[in-house]
């Protein structure tokens, strides 16, 4: 309908050529033909400047009709100009060897990458492990992590465990076998039954707000937190980093209502509905609207409360046995535990060390066991 309506109306089509001087289209791979006839509809002939950028080895929505290859569409109907991307700036040199052979498999025209990262593990980067049982399985991950951890002093947030469905199969296993020196969370639990995951919530930009704000005013030494609650309130009210008149009011607004904060809660929140007050008390000093309108998708039906109801259930769970509010917010980010987490919610996470468990056939198509051959 919305291609028929511009089609028909050249008025509406020259209004849209008048505010977008370039249009950026990202994770083009995926695009549709009803979504790439509406593009053309709109800007082919126009002086707008189109940039795509993908990777048809990324495709993920051929489920839902996307285009087998949009780019040579995109080449035709644009007179569009190919640039390949090589660098790689976020793999080391052992790793983009590996993708570049699992490129290839994938895509025989494939570019081979160059990687732009300094290796930081002299041992191999990247290793398939079988094993005969889950409990051996179990047993050397406990021993490799433990090693990892003293060997590159990593805290246990730089380590993920990730699954391909239900880590809850996984972790009565994993316990036994690290004991009481290795701590284990599973991050895709659901949070008080309700439709929020646990890696869901700790990855909200209201979560990360509300968890700043409490870290500067229950917290010692938390001068970096001031420092991100002061540029996240200014963004959210559309104050620019050199008005210094408005930042200075503003700094002190937010110092005023942090001591104010930590002098009337000084008492951990147990109660559920207690922290549920306390973390709508934090959004609205962050402004409810002025998140809704940065964030769209909180305007969206009800998503905002469930975050925030997800919130309550974690941050009031977390201070129960918590005897201050350090230990009480490290709990509600698991600082000291290794996150177990499914692979579609880790994307765009980075970690120094990452273990895919369960890699064997029954983990893709059936019931999900730790890896048995």
């Keep these: 309908m919305v291609e028929l309506l511009l089609r028909t109306t050249p008025m509406a089509r020259d209004a849209l050529h008048l505010t977008y001087s370039h249009v950026f289209l990202d994770e083009f791979q995926d695009t549709t033909q009803v979504q790439y006839d509406l593009l053309e509809t709109i800007f082919k002939g126009s002086n707008t400047v189109l940039t795509a950028v993908g990777d048809n080895k990324q495709q993920i929505m051929r489920w839902a009709m996307a285009m087998e290859d949009p780019f040579r569409a995109f080449e035709s109907g644009f007179a569009a100009r190919r640039v390949p991307l090589f660098h790689n700036y976020r793999s080391s040199p052992e790793l983009v060897r590996i993708q570049a052979t699992l490129a290839k498999a994938i895509d025989e025209e494939a570019p081979p990458p160059v990687s732009k990262a300094q290796g930081t593990v002299r041992t191999d980067s990247c290793v398939i492990w079988n094993f005969t049982s889950p409990q051996r399985e179990a047993n050397h991950l406990a021993s490799f992590i433990a090693a990892e951890m003293k060997t590159h002093r990593l805290r246990p947030r730089d380590i993920a465990l990730i699954v391909r469905q239900r880590p809850e199969d996984y972790t009565s296993k994993l316990e036994t076998a690290f004991g009481s020196n290795i701590l284990l969370r599973n991050e895709a639990e659901r949070l008080g039954n309700g439709p929020v995951a646990l890696q869901e919530l700790l990855a909200e ?169």
């Design 205 to 373: 930009e209201v979560s990360e707000v509300v968890l700043s704000l409490l870290r500067l005013a229950m917290t010692g030494r938390a001068g970096r937190y001031w420092t991100d609650c002061l540029q996240t309130l200014a963004m959210l009210r559309g104050i620019p980093i050199d008005d210094d008149r408005r930042q200075g009011s503003l700094a002190g607004e937010l110092d005023r209502f942090v001591v104010k904060l930590a002098s009337n809660n000084r008492e951990l929140v147990r109660a559920r509905s207690k922290a549920r007050g306390l973390i709508d008390h934090l959004v609205n000093f962050a402004g409810r609207q002025r998140l809704i309108a940065r964030y769209p998708a909180y305007g969206q039906g009800a998503w905002l409360d469930k975050i925030l109801d997800a919130a309550a259930f974690h941050l009031s769970r977390s201070s129960v046995g918590a005897d201050s509010w350090q230990v009480a917010l490290d709990a509600f980010e698991g600082a000291n535990y290794i996150p177990l987490m499914t692979i579609h919610k880790s994307k765009g996470l980075e970690y120094h060390t990452v273990i895919f468990i369960g890699l064997d056939d029954s983990a893709w198509w059936g019931t999900v066991t730790l890896i048995e051959r």
